[in-house]
């Protein structure tokens, strides 16, 4: 017999067994057991429930003679083979199921068009406008990103609009507040005190490289966004350098250094400065489109770093809302806040 | 083009960027913010059912410079103004009821950001309703699947959590399944604007070539937005969610989340592919019968509950069984009931989960249905409320629910055979069920409390909370008595929406 580690029981392997036994119920268990425990809060739902039955118990000895039955009924079921026979059947059919659904998947693609057929549907004359008037209509080098900034720009408005919501509701789900006078909460200490075991402590290697990589990247990021329109980039993609660059400044000299010019306000003015432009310029832009008002937006000459109308600002928009909400995604899984 | 004609783009883009702005708002600010927006849109949708009653046919909007298959466009008739004037009506009414809660869910620093939610979601049901191109679907259905997971999110307990994680599973197995349908659709066809798909698809049938992807397409796209507004067998994520969440998430959730995808899937069945290749494919029957067996098994379910915010969770699979069941009749008549149920189960869901936190506010917070009797006394208005909406739900006679059965048995009645004695037995025995457990919440709300428990003294809950729940009331009524002008909208929308 092979032996053991010693971290066998939180390996993928244990934790895969423990559920092909178990089912989805021990997984459920866990995490209300894990965060009832965790949170501060009390929690309204049962634990208000439990104090209010054990005060009139003998009102509804009943009813709760009746509740223990049933749970006494469901962890004996829990216990007997039948069960965990019921559960094994439940994961081969599902495995069964999600083999049959690959299977029709790929038999479906293998008789759509072929990429790249001169025949197939998709060359029509949505593609044929796109080629051969978007450099004229648009006055973007980047076909593509006249496509997205211009031609279907409410998609795109929609598209950084997830972005946005997407950080907020991280935003919901992991800031810890202070309190109004200012004053740490338990939750925001503890938070802190964890997080001092990831700051860095003088390294000098990270934080030479650092001091060379992270001017670079920026500089990258910015080219990329700014250079949106007339060659392969964009908003998108440099933001994300940039955000990379920011990230990488954050691990190598901690949350005090970079708090010197990133703070939690900074993250929402630039993302509510971006995000609104974005919104105003297009409302603009839109409006005058539909009721057939010329908009006043010169186009410029194709390949000019200042051209292609609006396609370029909103390129920058786009970019520091990306970049700032993947920083702020990192900053509120490490510590629940800036 | 007058200025009536932009009103849905400007409601649109008014809902985005009040998300945007609140973001940087104070808590009372965000909140103003967010009642004068859906008051706003809700104006502006009025007004542009008004325009859409004068023109005979549905109006494009180019949303930029470009026209349709290049540019994207919205497209606007009166069965679109009607859904978005009745969802931004309910919106609003379920925010005055509900939103003086907000304390007991979310602290006061992140009350602007279940603002920023509650627009965003908006915005994405509005553009949801409106639009006419297949990839903002997608678009807009990512938004609102976020937006609807933060609004459960907000209340952090193990049952949320373990709920949240649930839905997230299978609204991401949905979005993901949508993309993928999509985007087959875009490589055999080509397009991704609605009218010209239509086309595109009429010939695929005709010549025969890609049938088999089409096939798998329109199963793709079904199944996504089935799982996605909670279908019988795939509603798992449903009743926990429901049940968990703040009680105002629970009624923008199961009364206006869920519809507005099932609004884009009617809109894919008439205006894409073509009802009668739908049919062909039975794909309508495979939605008959699960909606038939939602409307019975999710009643069963909703008895044997002993939560009441539970049991009503469960009787939203039920009723949303009603919707699919008449979606896949098949016929227009059926699908006019369905839409019809949309609407009434939108008034009547979001105020039932209101005055049900509000009965449980007076009875200290506790759920079990003992805890409850007297509820209807202590509360009164809360009490009245919950009686019209349960009687709505049963389908009493001057009640949004009775036109709503009756239209679907006269639908059913077109049937010959077999499917006509399905349907009727079907609408009885739901009926029958739905008696059964709403009927004795009611009882029970009313019972003489027993002598031993203690209640808090009286939880007064302000005025313009029960003022907006009485209107939804008598909103219920006006459905049940004078619901024939809307259901000749519906019929005249519905021939416009293709």
């Known amino acids: ?338 | 083009m007058s200025i009536v004609h932009n009103f849905p783009f400007f409601s649109i883009l008014l809902c985005m960027a009040a998300g945007i702005f609140t973001s940087m708002f104070k808590q009372k600010l965000a909140k103003w913010v967010t009642f004068s927006v859906v008051f706003a849109v809700f104006t502006l949708s009025a007004f542009t059912l008004a325009l859409t009653l004068r023109l005979d046919a549905s109006y494009p909007f180019m949303m930029g410079h470009f026209p349709a298959p290049w540019g994207n466009e919205i497209r606007i008739g009166r069965l679109e103004a009607l859904m978005a004037t009745g969802f931004s009506g309910v919106l609003l009414l379920a925010l005055i009821a509900g939103f003086h809660h907000s304390p007991s869910f979310v602290s006061e620093q992140k009350t602007n950001l279940y603002c920023i939610m509650v627009d965003l979601a908006l915005a994405a049901i509005l553009a949801l309703i409106y639009t006419n191109d297949l990839f903002t679907v997608y678009v807009f259905i990512e938004i609102m699947t976020i937006a609807s997971c933060a609004l459960v999110v907000v209340r952090q307990n193990g049952h949320t959590l373990v709920a949240i994680t649930r839905y997230m599973i299978m609204h991401l197995l949905g979005s993901g399944l949508l993309l993928l349908g999509i985007s087959m659709l875009y490589g055999i066809t080509g397009h991704l604007l609605m009218q010209p798909l239509n086309q595109a698809v009429r010939q695929i049938v005709q010549t025969g070539n890609y049938t088999g992807p089409l096939t798998v397409v329109i199963a793709l796209i079904t199944s996504a937005l089935a799982i996605k507004s909670a279908m019988f067998p795939f509603h798992v994520w449903a009743p926990d969610t429901y049940a968990f969440a703040p009680p105002l998430s629970s009624a923008i959730l199961s009364g206006l989340i869920s519809k507005a995808y099932i609004f884009v899937l009617i809109k894919f069945f008439y205006r894409v592919i073509g009802m009668d290749v739908i049919i062909s494919q039975n794909i309508s029957q495979f939605l008959f019968i699960c909606g038939s067996s939602g409307m019975i098994l999710g009643s069963v379910f909703a008895i044997s509950q002993r939560d009441i915010r539970k049991m009503i969770a469960y009787s939203s699979v039920a009723q949303i069984g009603y919707v699919y069941m008449g979606l896949g009749m098949g016929s227009n008549a059926g699908t006019e009931a369905a839409l019809f149920q949309m609407l009434v189960h939108a008034v009547v869901k979001s105020v039932l989960f209101l005055a049900t936190y509000e009965l449980i506010n007076v009875s200290g917070d506790r759920k079990r249905f003992h805890y409850l009797h007297g509820a209807g006394y202590r509360n009164v208005v809360a009490g009245i409320v919950f009686t019209v909406a349960s009687l709505s739900m049963v389908g009493f006679p001057f009640t949004g629910g009775f036109i709503v059965k009756l239209n679907l048995a006269v639908s059913g009645m077109a049937y010959g055979g077999w499917m006509r004695a399905f349907v009727l037995v079907a609408l009885a025995v739901s009926t029958l069920l739905n008696a059964v457990y709403f009927l004795h919440t009611v009882v029970s709300i009313y019972r003489r409390p027993s002598q031993d428990i203690v209640y808090p003294s009286v939880v007064k809950s302000p005025w313009y909370a029960m003022a907006a729940m009485t209107v939804s009331a008598v909103v219920i009524l006006y459905l049940g008595v004078g619901s024939q002008p809307i259901l000749d909208i519906i019929k005249e929308g519905l021939k416009t929406l293709i």
């Open chain 1, 1 to 338: 017999m092979s032996k053991r580690r010693s971290d066998w029981q939180s390996r993928p392997q244990n934790r895969v067994r423990q559920w092909f036994h178990n089912g989805f119920l021990a997984l459920d268990d866990e995490i209300i057991n894990q965060v009832t425990k965790e949170t501060l809060r009390m929690d309204s739902d049962s634990e208000m429930d439990k104090h209010q039955e054990m005060l009139d118990s003998h009102r509804h000895e009943r009813t709760l003679a009746l509740e223990r039955l049933d749970q006494y009924n469901i962890q004996a079921w829990a216990n007997t083979r039948g069960r965990k026979a019921l559960s094994r059947i439940y994961v081969t059919i599902s495995f069964v199921l999600a083999f049959v659904m690959i299977f029709f998947l790929l038999r479906t693609v293998a008789t759509m068009p072929r990429f790249s057929d001169p025949n197939a549907p998709t060359n029509n004359e949505v593609m044929a406008r796109y080629i051969e008037k978007g450099l004229e209509e648009t006055g973007a080098v980047n076909i593509v990103a006249g496509m997205i900034l211009d031609y279907r720009a409410f998609d795109t408005l929609g598209e950084s609009t997830v972005l946005f919501i997407a950080a907020s509701a991280v935003l919901i789900l992991l800031r810890i507040d202070r309190r109004k006078d200012g004053t740490p909460v338990q939750e925001l200490i503890a938070a802190e005190s964890d997080d001092r075991h990831y700051e860095p402590r003088s390294d000098r290697i990270l934080q030479g490289s650092a001091k060379v990589l992270v001017p670079i990247i920026f500089l990258f990021g910015i080219y990329i966004m700014l250079n949106g329109h007339l060659s392969p980039g964009g908003g998108f993609s440099g933001g994300s350098i940039v955000s990379a660059g920011l990230i990488l400044y954050l691990d190598s000299f901690g949350f005090e250094k970079a708090g010197k010019f990133f703070t939690y306000k900074t993250f929402s003015w630039v993302s509510f400065l971006s995000l609104s432009f974005y919104a105003i310029a297009k409302t603009y832009s839109f409006y005058c489109g539909a009721n057939g008002l010329p908009s006043g937006i010169p186009l410029g000459t194709p390949g000019a770093i200042l051209s292609s109308g609006l396609i370029l600002p909103l390129n920058i928009a786009v970019g520091l809302v990306v970049a700032c909400t993947m920083y702020i995604f990192y900053a509120l899984f490490r510590k629940g806040g800036l």
